[in-house]
T-cell receptor
């Protein structure tokens, strides 16, 4: 019954490898996001998609490529991994309420460690 | 660009005391201000939010105040309990499309 799910939960890999993180939401939301949380807990938006279309790209290196096959999924592919990519990556989706109170629901996070 | 400053970075209180976390935003067009709580190893979760047409909002032991003129908003937790211990993030956005998060406050409530 998890609203926003991510796989894998942990990912340990070598520098230079390519890896993907998957995200799925079963809430019927139109908008999905990827965030990066570094070791100091800073939470920064990377991408936003609305109904499979890229809306926000926060000057993320082009080694990071999001892909949205449908509005329930937003996957993150990372090429040529670097040490600085080590972080927790959170997927989120957003509901738009008529009241204007729009809540973002976060996934459980994927802890990526690049060795 | 947009920026949200959050203070303090750490806050320790005795159980039962109040805790206040303050944020300042730079984009005067911001009109939505949520607060998220992140327990250790868990995902951020919304605990309360406020829109710019409201000055204060309360939900049991937590309240948020907004001063649009000064571009400040604050989270107030009363009668703190050990389970309130977590990292708290403020955020600001215009029409909720892009949340700009503060740097987080680690709150520790000692029994």
């Amino acid at each position: 019954d998890t609203a926003v799910s991510q796989t894998p939960k942990y990912l340990v890999t070598q520098m230079g490898n390519d890896k993907s993180i998957k995200c799925e939401q079963n809430l019927g939301h139109d908008t999905m996001y990827w965030y990066k949380q570094d070791s100091k807990k800073f939470l920064k938006i990377m991408f936003s998609y609305n109904n499979k279309e890229l809306i926000i790209n926060e000057t993320v290196p082009n080694r990071f490529s999001p892909k949205s096959p449908d509005k329930a999924h937003l996957n993150l592919h990372i090429n040529s991994l670097e040490l600085g990519d080590s972080a927790v990556y959170f997927c989120a989706s957003m509901i738009q309420r008529p009241s204007g109170d729009n809540e973002q629901f976060f996934g459980p996070g994927t802890r990526l460690t690049v060795l | 660009g947009e920026n949200v400053e959050q203070h303090p970075s750490t806050l320790s209180v005795q159980e039962g005391d109040s805790a206040v976390i303050k944020c300042t935003y730079s984009d005067s067009a911001s009109n939505y201000f949520p607060w998220y709580k992140q327990e250790l190893g868990k995902r951020p979760q919304l605990i309360i939010d406020i829109r710019s047409n409201v000055g204060e909002k309360k939900d049991q032991r937590i309240a948020v105040t907004l001063n649009k003129t000064a571009k400040h908003f604050s989270l107030h937790i009363t009668e703190t309990q050990p389970e309130d211990s977590a990292v708290y993030f403020c955020a600001a956005s215009y029409n909720t499309d892009k949340l700009i998060f503060g740097t987080g406050t680690r709150l520790q409530v000692f029994p």
